[in-house]
């Protein structure tokens, strides 16, 4: 069974830290770009990051630059996502998704695996 299981969420404090895992199981994550998008209530999904395959280039939204870091490790079938310097407007369900083919860049592809989804609550 091909599946994505994200991990690592939780409630954290302004100015705080997450690290989420996105691991995969019945196919190799290498194979893939990994991407994580979010969605907060009563808003769309929206993208975070991408890595390549290979993990040597990766690509940022705007909102999250400079404070998140996406990274793989293929020997371990996991991708991760280091979150710091929370705010509030990071608060969402966070997924990882890995994209096929069909983007002009290869952050753009289209997904075709999720996972369930992490929930991300940034609160004091």
């Known amino acids: 069974q091909l599946q994505l299981v994200e991990s690592g969420g939780g409630l954290v404090q302004p100015g705080g830290s997450l690290r989420l895992s996105c691991a995969a199981s019945?196919?190799?994550?290498?194979?893939?770009?990994i991407a994580w998008f979010r969605q907060a209530p009563v808003k769309k999904r929206e993208f975070v990051a991408a890595?390549?395959?290979?993990?040597?280039?990766?690509y940022y939204a705007d909102s999250v630059k400079g404070r998140f870091t996406i990274s793989r490790d293929n020997a371990k079938n996991t991708v991760y996502l280091q979150m710091n310097s929370l705010n509030p407007e990071d608060t969402a369900v966070y997924y990882c998704?890995?994209?096929?083919?069909?983007?002009?860049?290869?952050?753009?592809?289209?997904?075709?695996?999720w996972g369930q989804g992490t929930q991300v609550t940034v609160s004091s």
């Open positions: 019945g196919f190799t994550l290498d194979d893939y770009v």
């Open positions: 998704s890995a994209l096929g083919a069909g983007g002009t860049e290869y952050y753009t592809g289209i997904p075709v695996y």
């Open positions: 890595v390549s395959r290979s993990g040597d280039s990766t």
